[in-house]
C-alpha cells in the first residue's frame, strides 16, 4: 500500500472515530437544536395552511385536516389586487435603499469611531448611536408625533414662529419616503456599526505599523487594509439583507405613520397589507402571504449567493 492510500485510511479512520470533545460539542448545541427544531422545523407544517380554507372549530390539527383544500386560492389576492403593484414597488423599493445604505453607512462610521484615539469617546460614540436600536417604533411614533403634529408639533412651530404656515405633514405623501429612510437608518446605524467596528478591532494591528512604515495615509490604510479586511462581512450581511427583501418592518410603515390613509401610496408593503387583510379576509391568506415572502426570500438568497460565488468564490456563504 502506497503512502498516500496509508494517510487516506488514517484520515477516514479519525473522521469515524467518536472522541469526548465531540461528545461536549453536541451537549453544548443540544438546546439549540432543539429550539430550532421546535420553533422553526415543525412549525413549517402549518404551510399547508396557505392552501386551504382554515376554519377554527377544535383543536388545532383537526382545524387543520378537516378545512377544505382550496388550492391556490389565498394566492389571488396578493397578485389581484389593484394596488399590488403600489405594495410590491414599495415593500423591495425602500428595502434596496435600506440594503444600500445599511452597509455604506455603517462602515463609514465604524471605520471613522475605529480611527480615534481615545477609547472613552470610541466607547461613547458608540453607545449614542447604539441605544435607538432597542427603542419600539411605538415609542419613536410618539416622539415622531411630538414634532409632526399639525397643531402642537415643534416642527410646526418652528414654521409658525418664523412666518410661515403649519404643513399636515401625515397628509402629505411627498415628505414620507424621506422620514421613512431616515429614521431606519437612524434607528438601525449603531447595530450595523458595531458589527463592522468588531471585525475592525480584531485584526492585526502589524498590517497597519507595516503600511505606516511604508508612507501610507489613513485613506491609504483604509483603502487597501481595512475595507479588503471587511469584505467577507460586507458580502454576508449583504447576502443576509437580500433574503429578506420581501420582508418589511411592521412598526416602522404602520405604526410611525399612524395608519394615516393619505400615506398609502407610499407607505403601505407587503407586512402591513397583510395586516389590513387579516380583519376582514382568512387566516389562509395571511399565511399564504408569509409563504410567498418566505419562497422569494430564500430565492433570492440563493441568487444573491450564486452571483457573489461567481465573482469571487471565497466570499460567498455556500
Known amino acids: 500500500m502506497s503512502l498516500a492510500a496509508e494517510q487516506q ?24 437544536t432543539i429550539w430550532y427544531i421546535l420553533f422553526c422545523f415543525l412549525p413549517m407544517f402549518g404551510i399547508i395552511i396557505a392552501f386551504k380554507n382554515f376554519r377554527i372549530s377544535g383543536g388545532f390539527l383537526s382545524n387543520v385536516f378537516n378545512s377544505p383544500w382550496v388550492g391556490f386560492k389565498n394566492f389571488e389576492f396578493l397578485f389581484k389586487s389593484n394596488d399590488a403593484w403600489i405594495i410590491i414597488r414599495n415593500t423591495i423599493g425602500y428595502n434596496i435603499i435600506f440594503i444600500v445604505l445599511g452597509i455604506v453607512l455603517p462602515v463609514l ?14 466607547k461613547v460614540y458608540q453607545t449614542m448611536m447604539f441605544l435607538p436600536y432597542f427603542l419600539s417604533w411605538v415609542v419613536v411614533s410618539a416622539v415622531g408625533w411630538a414634532f409632526l403634529s399639525f397643531d402642537k408639533g415643534i416642527l410646526n412651530q418652528m414654521i409658525v414662529s418664523t412666518g410661515g404656515d403649519p404643513v399636515n405633514w401625515y397628509m402629505e405623501p411627498a415628505y414620507w419616503p424621506y422620514f421613512l429612510i431616515l429614521l431606519n437608518i ?32 489613513i485613506w491609504q490604510q483604509t483603502r487597501f487594509i481595512t475595507l479588503p479586511m471587511l469584505k467577507l462581512v ?12 420581501f420582508y418589511t418592518d411592521f412598526g416602522l410603515f404602520f405604526q410611525v405613520t399612524r ?3 393619505s400615506l398609502f401610496n407610499v407607505s403601505t408593503t407587503i407586512d402591513v397589507m397583510v395586516y389590513k387583510q387579516l380583519k376582514s379576509a382568512t387566516l389562509g ?8 415572502q418566505s419562497v422569494l426570500g430564500c430565492a433570492t438568497i440563493l441568487v444573491a449567493n450564486w452571483i457573489v460565488r461567481k465573482v469571487d468564490r471565497d466570499s460567498a456563504m455556500m
Do not use: C
Request: charged share 20%; net charge positive.
Open 9 to 32: 485510511v488514517k484520515r477516514k479512520r479519525l473522521r469515524i472515530r467518536w472522541r469526548k470533545q465531540d461528545t461536549e460539542l453536541t451537549l453544548l448545541a443540544l438546546p439549540t
Open 109 to 122: 462610521f465604524a471605520i471613522m469611531i475605529g480611527l480615534l484615539h481615545s477609547r472613552r469617546a470610541s
Open 186 to 217: 437612524w434607528k438601525s446605524l449603531g447595530y450595523g456599526m458595531v458589527i463592522y467596528l468588531a471585525t475592525i478591532t480584531s485584526l492585526d494591528s502589524t498590517y497597519y505599523e507595516a503600511a505606516v512604515i511604508d508612507g501610507a495615509s
Open 234 to 245: 460586507i458580502v454576508m450581511l449583504f447576502i443576509l439583507a437580500v433574503g429578506r427583501i
Open 259 to 261: 395608519d394615516s390613509n
Open 285 to 292: 391568506m395571511a399565511a399564504s402571504a408569509a409563504f410567498v
